[in-house]
């Protein structure tokens, strides 16, 4: 850092104050959100940061101006925490900033209008990450990380102040969205039910009348959620919606949400084309397709194998595992064809040895036994019509249609 005089940092300080009062007085949300975005590690704060380690003393600036001290627990508090944020001091920089941010919140109740949304976002975002450094921070020296604990708890705070009548309410559904980052990263999703039940039942809001960012957001989230649920239609509609509303320049959250969503079609048993995988760089799911195209179960044990780590960190590893039973059925259809070739009389009779010998050559050593236990599980789900014949050890095949198509529906359970 370059030297910097006692009044070179007095006037950079003075600027800040100045700005803050300014941007609330003339109701100028841009400049006053910025005076809140430490991520931004932009050029002023940082520049201010290195003047509060200086000058030692902004609080007496705060104090010796009426226009200043009006707003002093929220602007003492927040010069703390950049001060500790520039020198690395997160967790202290966490707890000044979600002291200034409650001071905050009690201003902006009190303001009639929504003027100051934008700036409550960036306040809502900046505790946010603020907290998952902290919490970095603790666990470094062997502490216990609660910052985004507590940080869950402030924004329940503001989602209360928002859930209101009035303009204020279309900033509910961004907090919501900061809400679900943290109980997603802290594994307490099932948190989002009572959030998701204001939004979804409350008379006050109109989900048309959110942002489009916030809603695909939400419904980015909450489709993840039918997919832990496994309510495979409902995360359809819900990551669809997400998909079809993003914003087609953003590759990265298109690519976010297909990732869900692939899993979600497969299992309904619409499958994705190659040229969508290459584009977002997901191929991980293309042996999947190939599997369920083939009727090929050591490819699809081969895939899920050697991208484990990554499908259970998205959470979809059992969603895929599923899948299992679609590649039998596709496995017994192609039986079924070849046999139909040979002998047309006798198409809808499979014996199951036959099976058994397809499993062998695709490596998959089972017996008898098992292999009826499947196809009880087939025809119990309706993924292959028919019934056993079991002294012959025969699957006798419906004449109509014996392998229904699921046509956009699950697999039943």
Same mark, same amino acid.
């Given at each position: ?252 959250? +298109?690519?976010? $949400? &297909?990732? *869900?969503?692939?899993? %979600? =079609? ?6 994705? @084309?190659?040229?969508? #995988? ?95 236990? +499947?196809?009880? $599980? &087939?025809? *119990?789900?309706?993924? %292959? =019509? ?6 012959? @050890?025969?699957?006798? #095949? ?16």
């Amino acid at each position: 850092m370059a030297y910097l005089s006692m009044g070179e940092a007095h006037r950079r300080i003075t600027d800040y104050l100045n700005k803050f009062s300014d941007a609330v007085s003339y109701q100028d949300v841009a400049s006053l959100a910025q005076l809140f975005s430490f991520s931004s590690n932009s050029p002023s704060l940082l520049s201010l940061a290195d003047a509060l380690n200086i000058f030692l003393d902004a609080n007496r600036l705060i104090k010796q101006s009426d226009k200043f001290s009006q707003f002093g627990e929220i602007l003492a508090p927040l010069l703390r925490s950049l001060q500790n944020y520039r020198l690395g001091n997160l967790v202290d920089a966490y707890h000044a900033y979600e002291k200034s941010a409650n001071a905050f919140i009690q201003e902006f109740r009190n303001w009639e209008s929504a003027w100051a949304l934008e700036a409550l976002y960036v306040i809502a975002y900046e505790i946010r990450v603020l907290a998952e450094r902290a919490d970095r921070e603790l666990a470094s020296n062997g502490k216990s990380p609660e910052k985004l604990k507590g940080a869950g708890s402030f924004l329940m705070r503001v989602f209360g102040v928002l859930a209101g009548k009035g303009s204020k309410r279309v900033g509910a559904l961004y907090v919501t969205c900061q809400l679900f980052k943290i109980y997603f990263k802290l594994g307490t999703v099932h948190l989002c039910r009572s959030v998701i039940r204001s939004i979804e039942t409350a008379r006050i809001f109109d989900f048309e009348e959110f942002p489009r960012r916030d809603k695909v957001t939400y419904m980015y989230y909450t489709g993840r959620l039918e997919v832990f649920n496994e309510n495979f239609p409902a995360a359809d509609h819900k990551l669809s919606y997400a998909l079809t509303h993003c914003n087609p320049l953003r590759e990265a959250n +298109i690519r976010m $949400i &297909l990732k *869900y969503l692939i899993p %979600v =079609k497969l299992s309904l048993g619409i499958l994705p @084309k190659a040229s969508l #995988l290459e584009k977002y760089n997901l191929l991980e799911y293309s042996n999947v397709v190939q599997a369920l195209k083939r009727g090929d179960l050591r490819l699809l044990r081969h895939a899920l194998q050697e991208h484990e780590d990554q499908f259970l960190r998205s959470g979809v590893y059992l969603v895929l595992e599923k899948l299992e039973l679609q590649v039998y059925q596709r496995l017994v259809k192609k039986i079924y064809f070849i046999q139909k070739q040979k002998e047309p009389s006798k198409a809808h009779q499979l014996k199951l040895e036959v099976i058994v010998k397809a499993l062998k050559w695709l490596e998959m050593d089972m017996d008898l036994d098992e292999v009826e236990c +499947i196809m009880t $599980i &087939l025809i *119990y789900k309706n993924l %292959v =019509k028919g019934y056993f014949a079991h002294k012959s @050890k025969v699957v006798v #095949l419906s004449k109509q249609d014996p392998f229904p198509k699921l046509n956009g529906k699950p697999v039943n359970s």
